[in-house]
Structure formats: structure tokens, C-alpha cells
């Protein structure tokens, strides 16, 4: 089974930067598209960045464009989430996401538990 688990998260002053972590186990993981997705109270989980198996190739919602940047590294089964320039609004819970397709929305079944993101103004 593919177990994801995110760590990283934290709180930190609006502007401030934080990089998030998801180790992926239990396949290979250079087979796999990543991704991140945030949910913040009475709100619908949404799609934030996802990165294709060689790291060619990445996606971006409007809102964090210019701020966030997803890489991955495949020698340590790992996907990063660099978030520089925070704003409150950022603020949620960060869910990592595998699926076999690099795409805008739901890559695949396989979730992380998530990692708590608090920006404070």
C-alpha cells in the first residue's frame, strides 16, 4: 500500500516562508505524479501545486502562482512545497496527494494524513 506523510507545517508571521515535506513509501515512487492540496475550515479541499514523475512538468492554482514552488526529489521518495511571501489566507491544513497522472485537481487515491500551515498577520 502507498503511505504518504507530510511534515512541515507550522506557524509562522504573514510574509514569513515554510517548506513542506511528504515522504511517499510502499511503490516506486518516480512512477507517480505528486501533489499538494490545502482544505481550510468551511472550505473545500483545493488543489494547490502537482509535479509530473520526472519533475519536468508543474501545475499551480491562480492563488499561490509566483509564491509556492513544488519540487521532488526521487532519490529520497519526497515531494517539497517551498511557500515563500505567506498570507493569512494561506492558512489550512496541507494534504499530499500520488496518482499516475500529472494533472489540475485529484491526481489520485493516496493521501497523506496532513500538516497544519497558520499564518498569522
Known amino acids: 500500500q502507498v503511505q504518504l506523510v507530510e511534515s512541515g507545517g507550522g506557524l509562522v508571521q504573514a510574509g514569513g516562508s515554510l517548506r513542506l515535506s511528504c515522504v511517499f513509501s510502499?511503490?516506486?515512487?518516480?512512477?507517480?505524479?505528486m501533489g499538494w492540496f490545502r482544505q481550510a475550515p468551511g472550505k473545500e479541499r483545493e488543489f494547490v501545486a502537482a509535479i509530473s514523475w520526472s519533475g519536468s512538468m508543474t501545475y499551480y492554482a491562480d492563488s499561490v502562482k509566483g509564491r509556492f514552488t513544488i519540487s521532488r526529489d526521487n532519490a529520497k521518495n519526497t515531494v517539497y512545497l517551498q511557500m515563500n511571501s505567506l498570507k493569512p489566507e494561506d492558512t489550512a491544513v496541507y494534504y499530499c496527494?500520488?496518482?499516475?497522472?500529472?494533472?489540475?485537481?485529484?491526481?489520485?487515491?493516496?493521501w497523506g494524513q496532513g500538516t497544519q500551515v497558520t499564518v498569522s498577520s
Open positions: 510502499g511503490r516506486t515512487f518516480s512512477s507517480y505524479a
Open positions: 496527494n500520488a496518482g499516475p497522472r500529472l494533472r489540475i485537481g485529484i491526481l489520485g487515491d493516496y
